[in-house]
Each structure stands twice: as structure tokens, then as C-alpha cells.
């Protein structure tokens, strides 16, 4: 799979959903976590993420939305419930993207919202755990950007095996059958000399 992911929490005060979250992040292959206004127990945080994530992956901490700092070319995607959000199921993952999670009995803060490049919302009748939410978009994303076997039409495990990734030709025997092209072009293009002259 190419590109990566993080993802984080807008002022999470829970230590054992923040735990909850980075610990599916460092399952899911996560590149990075982090957090941005949070309240929450740093030392609670020890029992909840019981992988480790914030010792094995990248953790940024922000004190505001101002603050939130990206790599270039990542996008930032917001999951919050919103008359315009685009539905998870529906959602095209960028290649390179940052998930930012709104607080336990709030939302997202705007001046967060204002700043991503999308917003998604998981299609469910009322608002759900930041763990499990986290959990249902980087699923998601997987199953967007993963190479695995179609699913079949009928029940039970796929019938076609998974694709085996293809490469190109190399960058550079293109490059050489351009410029042979072009070579060729050219001398054909030139006015040839008369033989009888």
C-alpha cells in the first residue's frame, strides 16, 4: 500500500478512548498519532494503550488547532457528524492523510473543520466511541487502499486470489524509448541530401 496515515483526537479527555485509539493506530500501520487540546490522564494513558503506540510510533501534541502541523501533501480528514460531510462508505482516501476525531459528547472544534481538506461521517443513527469510530475509518482505509481478493457475489471467502502488484517498465527504458522516438522524428524531419546533386 502506498502513501500513510495518521491519525488523532481533538480534545479527548478520556485516557482510555485516546489508549483505545492509538492502540488500533499502531495495529493498522499507522505512520504517526497525535492530539490536538487534549485533557486527558498521561499516566491513565500507560494502562489503556497496551501496545506501546506512543512509545513505537511518531506522537505529536498540539495546544491548538493553529498549532496542528502536517507534512506537505497530507491531508487533513475530519470524522464528524455534519449535513456535508461526505459518507465513510463512499469516501475516496486520499493517498497521504491525517484523521482527526471530535471529543467524547462534543464536535470537532471549527477552526479544525475550517482547515481540512475533507469531512467524512460515519453513516450511524447517533455518535459512537472516538475508539471505534478511529477503528471503522482506518478499516475502511484499508479496504480503499489494500490489494486483496474481490469479494465474491455469494457467501463465503473469496473465489479469485488476491492480485499480485504489477510495476511498470522502468522509468528509465521509457525515458530511453522516448528520446529514440524523438531521435528518429528529428532525422526524419531533416531534408536528406540529393544522391545525383
Known sequence: MRGYFGIGADRINKAAN???????????????????????DRQALKSADTSGATSNLPYYRF??????MLPRG????????TDDAVELPSFHHPKCAAYIMGPERGE???????????VVRIPTRFSINVGLAGALV???????M???APRPHRPGGPTEPTPVPTFGTPLWVRKQRRRDREAAAR???QPQ???GA
Open 193 to 195: 541530401d540529393d544522391a
Open 63 to 68: 495546544d491548538d488547532a493553529e498549532a496542528l
Open 74 to 81: 497530507c491531508a487533513l480528514v475530519g470524522v464528524e457528524i
Open 18 to 40: 485516546v489508549g483505545a485509539l492509538m492502540r488500533t493506530a499502531h495495529a493498522f500501520g499507522a505512520s504517526f498519532i497525535f492530539t490536538v487540546n487534549e485533557t486527558y
Open 138 to 144: 482506518m478499516f475502511d482505509r484499508l479496504l480503499c
Open 187 to 189: 532525422k526524419a524531419a
Open 146 to 148: 489494500g490489494q486483496f
Open 108 to 118: 470537532l472544534d471549527p477552526a479544525l473543520v475550517a482547515r481540512c481538506d475533507h
